[in-house]
């Protein structure tokens, strides 16, 4: 995208350049020659492209050089000061409403980089739309809204945003507007480009705005548990009260190879000739499992979990040789294996 350059006469609070910057190309358009022979009372040679630029540049740095944009319809009073006449509204519309014509200047000419013609509104234009804003559009805003904390504040601050905007504001439109060029530099917008002027002045008198209202957090709560919620049903049906599953017995294989016996054809383990009563006694006491302070209402659910052997309860006691020697009351051949060869075994890991 080429890069939009202007001169420093069209900057904010700039006053009016004594010259206008005009950059012609290689090439002069026909519509301009006539356009310059047109408007120049003392014929001028225009025969080449210096000699266009320069009969350009002086016709739109005229002091009378001063182009209408559009016109705009504004209210003379604030809203609460019109004079009614509700029998005739073309008389209350008079006397109610003026037409304001927006003027302005030419400030730069580009009919090489981006065939653009830039214009900037004159201080009598900005010193009217800045009036119209302070004395009549503030004071309809304000008594068109409701009352805040920092309600002045703001609007002080809308119009000081709308007085930086209009002095910045210039309008850029094609070079072919210029075939709207009358005596002395002056013109007019043509081909509808009044309204595109009018919109964009309409847009900087920007609304009032209250602040949003408060946002309103909603707290979501928990529904309340009953003791008939199927959540209590839940905790209280599977699972405390079943068994365990029974943990399978040791199977001792043989690393003799000698031995042919194996763990599928083996039906007698060590372990079968025992019983729960030789093993450690049951604690006295188990602590039961409640779910009683997870609810607040729901009845105590205890189920006790049985004691389960493990190796560490049976040694060295009755695991070992010592066991199949002289615990077990010369059981010493249990279940065909021989503890006298207890070398010939693989230690368990």
Same mark, same amino acid.
């Given at each position: 995208?080429?890069?939009?350059?202007?001169?420093? %006469?069209?900057?904010?609070?700039?006053?009016?350049?004594?010259?206008?910057?005009?950059?012609?190309?290689?090439?002069?358009?026909?519509?301009?020659?006539?356009?310059?022979?047109? #408007?120049?009372?003392?014929?001028?040679?225009?025969? %080449?492209?210096?000699?266009?630029?320069?009969?350009?540049?002086?016709?739109?740095?005229?002091?009378?050089?001063?182009?209408?944009?559009?016109?705009?319809?504004?209210?003379?009073?604030?809203?609460?000061?019109?004079?009614?006449?509700?029998?005739?509204?073309?008389?209350?519309?008079?006397?109610?409403?003026?037409?304001? @014509?927006?003027?302005?200047?030419?400030?730069?000419?580009?009919?090489?980089?981006?065939?653009?013609?830039?214009?900037?509104?004159?201080?009598?234009? #900005?010193?009217?739309?800045?009036?119209?804003?302070?004395?009549?559009?503030?004071?309809?805003?304000?008594?068109?809204?409701?009352?805040?904390?920092?309600?002045? +504040?703001?609007?002080?601050?809308?119009?000081?945003?709308?007085?930086?905007? #209009?002095?910045?504001?210039?309008?850029?439109?094609?070079?072919?507007?210029?075939?709207?060029?009358?005596?002395?530099?002056?013109?007019?917008?043509?081909?509808?480009?009044?309204?595109?002027?009018?919109?964009? #002045?309409?847009?900087?008198?920007?609304?009032?705005?209250?602040?949003?209202?408060?946002?309103?957090?909603?707290?979501?709560?928990?529904?309340?548990?009953?003791?008939? %919620?199927?959540?209590?049903?839940?905790?209280?049906? @599977?699972?405390? @009260?079943?068994?365990?599953?029974?943990?399978?017995?040791?199977?001792?294989?043989?690393?003799?190879?000698?031995?042919?016996?194996?763990?599928?054809?083996?039906?007698?383990?060590? /372990?079968?000739?025992?019983?729960?009563?030789?093993?450690?006694?049951?604690?006295?006491?188990?602590?039961?499992?409640?779910?009683?302070?997870?609810?607040?209402?729901?009845?105590?659910?205890?189920?006790?979990?049985?004691?389960?052997?493990?190796?560490?309860?049976?040694?060295?006691?009755?695991?070992?040789?010592?066991?199949?020697?002289?615990?077990?009351?010369?059981?010493?051949?249990?279940?065909?294996?021989? /503890?006298?060869?207890? +070398?010939?075994?693989?230690?368990?890991?």
């Amino acid at each position: 995208m080429p890069v939009q350059l202007l001169p420093a %006469s069209a900057a904010a609070f700039a006053p009016r350049a004594s010259s206008v910057n005009v950059v012609l190309g290689s090439k002069v358009e026909p519509w301009l020659t006539q356009t310059l022979k047109r #408007i120049n009372r003392v014929k001028r040679p225009l025969n %080449s492209v210096p000699q266009h630029q320069r009969c350009l540049t002086e016709t739109l740095s005229s002091p009378n050089a001063i182009w209408t944009l559009t016109s705009l319809m504004l209210p003379k009073t604030p809203e609460s000061d019109f004079k009614r006449d509700a029998s005739n509204p073309l008389v209350e519309a008079i006397m109610n409403y003026e037409l304001v @014509h927006v003027e302005a200047y030419i400030v730069h000419v580009d009919m090489v980089l981006r065939n653009e013609v830039a214009y900037k509104l004159t201080k009598d234009t #900005i010193d009217a739309l800045v009036e119209y804003h302070k004395e009549i559009h503030c004071v309809d805003a304000k008594a068109n809204t409701y009352d805040w904390t920092d309600k002045e +504040q703001q609007c002080k601050k809308l119009h000081d945003d709308f007085v930086q905007d #209009i002095n910045k504001f210039v309008f850029r439109t094609h070079v072919s507007a210029l075939e709207g060029l009358e005596e002395e530099g002056a013109g007019e917008l043509l081909c509808g480009k009044s309204e595109e002027v009018k919109n964009c #002045i309409s847009a900087l008198m920007k609304p009032l705005l209250p602040p949003p209202p408060p946002r309103v957090v909603e707290v979501v709560r928990q529904p309340t548990l009953l003791p008939s %919620s199927p959540v209590n049903n839940m905790w209280s049906q @599977h699972g405390l @009260h079943g068994n365990l599953a029974a943990v399978d017995s040791w199977r001792v294989l043989p690393s003799s190879p000698s031995v042919t016996s194996s763990a599928d054809s083996n039906t007698s383990p060590i /372990w079968a000739p025992m019983t729960m009563d030789d093993l450690s006694p049951t604690p006295a006491f188990t602590q039961p499992h409640s779910t009683a302070g997870f609810f607040w209402s729901s009845p105590q659910v205890t189920a006790p979990i049985p004691a389960l052997p493990l190796p560490s309860m049976l040694a060295p006691a009755q695991c070992g040789v010592g066991m199949g020697m002289t615990g077990m009351g010369g059981m010493g051949g249990l279940g065909g294996f021989g /503890w006298d060869r207890y +070398q010939e075994y693989a230690t368990i890991m």
